[in-house]
């Protein structure tokens, strides 16, 4: 198998979120898949393989954490689409069959990829009891993000109170099924993104995820109707870091962003 690792939300190594990208002629078993992952230990490692012409999807694609699967990726589908484009394996707009139905991404001329996932469904709730404590910070807001994604989105008081977090993460695991989704408006604007996050996913063997595509199909309609506009930037806060650009476009939001390949080799065993 020849493994890639791919910085994803980036524009320059050691930056963004490393996804794991293997090609495959077929996936093997799953126990095999979930081995490779956690020998990766990335947040993701996606594995993709061809599908036969004339059908709905051009590749198969499945994502895995060091502990499971997942069922919506967005930085390891970016990481996919660009060592195919990259690679020449497949040109133009590649639309992979997942387990959220069939996704697209399509290259643009700066060299960017726009994803285009299902929005999530945000669902207001209450609070849910020792949420602040296990966060570090009391919620302005609490939503569900719906069952593809799983989380708990969290609107704390502002930008500063996002970076400064450090939460009880045995404590977070509690609340959703994947994690939380910590977010605040931007200080300031003209630094060129509109809002911040941190994703932390304990339940998903991940303390704290360097940028999120799968998270901003819920921050997009979030904050799109908070600021009154469908095209946004956001910024996730992690030591990483890394931009999406959201568009949001009903029941679909369009994620945007680049991807460097930083390591190309064979796994062995």
């Not at 996606?46 to 059908?55: K, M, N, S, V």
């Not at 977010?183 to 304990?202: E, I, L, N």
């Not at 360097?210 to 992690?238: K, N, Y």
């Amino acid at each position: 198998m020849r493994i890639r690792i791919v910085d994803a939300f980036t524009d320059r190594p050691f930056a963004g979120n490393p996804a794991g990208v293997l090609l495959l002629d077929a996936f093997p078993d799953d126990d095999r898949l979930q081995r490779v992952a956690l020998e990766v230990n990335h947040a993701e490692t996606a594995f993709a393989h061809r599908l036969p012409t004339g059908g709905e999807a051009d590749w198969a694609l499945r994502w895995f954490t060091p502990a499971t699967e997942v069922a919506l990726c967005g930085h390891a589908t970016l990481a996919t689409a660009h060592v195919l484009h990259t690679t020449g394996a497949h040109e133009g707009p590649v639309r992979f069959a997942t387990r959220s139905g069939v996704l697209t991404a399509t290259p643009r001329g700066d060299g960017s990829i726009t994803l285009d996932f299902p929005t999530a469904p945000l669902t207001p709730v209450d609070a849910p009891a020792g949420i602040a404590e296990a966060l570090g910070a009391g919620p302005r807001t609490v939503l569900d993000t719906g069952p593809n994604i799983g989380d708990l989105l969290v609107e704390v008081a502002d930008e500063r109170t996002v970076r400064g977090l450090a939460p009880d993460l045995k404590a977070l695991a509690a609340h959703s099924e994947r994690g939380v989704i910590a977010t605040a408006r931007a200080k300031d604007p003209a630094r060129g993104y509109d809002y911040v996050s941190r994703c932390f996913f304990p339940n998903v063997g991940i303390d704290e995820d360097p940028v999120t595509g799968s998270a901003h199909t819920a921050l997009a309609p979030f904050w799109s109707e908070r600021l009154g506009r469908p095209d946004l930037t956001g910024l996730q806060a992690s030591a990483r870091s890394g931009r999406v650009r959201t568009e949001l476009r009903g029941d679909r939001t369009l994620l945007s962003g680049h991807a460097v390949t930083v390591i190309d080799g064979e796994l062995l065993a």
